[in-house]
Each structure stands twice: as structure tokens, then as C-alpha cells.
């Protein structure tokens, strides 16, 4: 599907992501239940683990804009939030898409493991750092100025 209502939020969000060609492109936007619409995306899966996915991607503004309007954004928030994608359409874009396997994924059934981690040449840990390069590590303050960041720590707790 290319959309799915969320409980939680009452709202209809993207089921994938919101830069897959709808099937049935505008037509389907205009005229579908969005729950109904069904996108160009595409999985490939072994043994119930994902090996490779891909899709048809979106070539046209117009039907981007709409797209994100069935999501609920406002005109103002489509500008703010995606201009250059939109930018990018505006001079033009071929149809594309594609697929990208999974080579890790193919690993990890290969080699009978349940964990990405065993066959990634330099995996993170739990907490998503890197030990080989201790990522993420101290940053200069000259850094931080250059990029206009502060580090404000947190309130102390009583």
C-alpha cells in the first residue's frame, strides 16, 4: 500500500515513503481513497528477511506536491520541508528507479545468523557507536562555532 492510517496520529500517513510512484499516478490522488492507492515499491524476501528493495520513484512536481497534500501538509510546510526535492522536479527528471540488494542481508541467511551485526565489516554497537573509530567522539569548539551549534546540557534533576 501506498499509504496506511495511523491510529494513533488519526491521520493517513505513507506506508514506505512518500517519494514512490503511485500506481495509477495522479488519477489515483485525485480520485482513490488514499487507502486504496497502491505504489510502485518492490521487496525481495528469503526465508521471511528482507534481501533487497527498491521502487519506481516520482519524476513529476505536480504529482509530489499532491502526494504530500494527501498527507496533510500545508503549502507552506511542502516549501519548507522539500523545496529542493521539488526544485529538482521543476527542471525535469527521467522516470527511475530501482532495486538495491541487501549484501549483508544475503549474508546473515547465508551464514544462518539473525544478527546484521556479524557480517558487517565495521558494525556499531548497541548504542550506535563505532568502536574501531570511537564514533561519535569529541567535537572541537571551533567546530561547533564554524557550524553555529551549542551544547546546552540538561536540566539537573532534584
Do not use: W
Not at 492510517?5 to 489515483?28: C, I, L, R, T, W
Not at 521487496?43 to 519524476?59: F, K, M, P, T, Y
Not at 570511537?134 to 562555532?145: F, T
Amino acid at each position: 500500500p501506498f499509504y496506511e492510517y495511523d491510529e494513533d496520529a488519526k491521520k493517513v500517513e505513507f506506508a514506505h515513503n512518500p517519494f514512490s510512484m503511485p500506481q495509477g499516478g495522479m488519477d489515483a490522488l485525485e480520485n482513490q481513497d488514499p487507502l486504496t492507492i497502491k505504489a510502485y515499491q518492490y521487496d525481495l524476501v528469503c526465508n521471511g528477511l528482507e534481501c533487497a528493495s527498491g521502487s519506481i520513484r516520482v519524476h513529476q512536481r505536480a504529482l509530489q506536491e499532491r502526494i504530500f497534500k494527501v498527507l496533510g501538509y500545508t503549502d507552506a510546510e511542502i516549501e519548507q520541508r522539500f523545496k529542493q526535492l521539488l526544485d529538482a522536479l521543476e527542471y525535469g527528471a527521467p522516470p527511475h528507479g530501482g532495486i538495491a540488494p541487501g549484501i549483508d542481508r544475503l549474508m546473515m541467511i547465508l551464514l544462518g545468523t539473525d544478527n546484521i551485526r556479524d557480517v558487517i565489516a565495521f558494525p556499531k554497537t548497541q548504542n550506535a557507536t563505532d568502536p574501531l573509530f570511537e564514533a561519535p567522539g569529541y567535537v572541537e569548539e571551533e567546530q561547533l562555532r564554524d557550524l553555529r551549534i551549542r551544547i546546552v546540557d540538561p536540566p539537573k534533576t532534584k
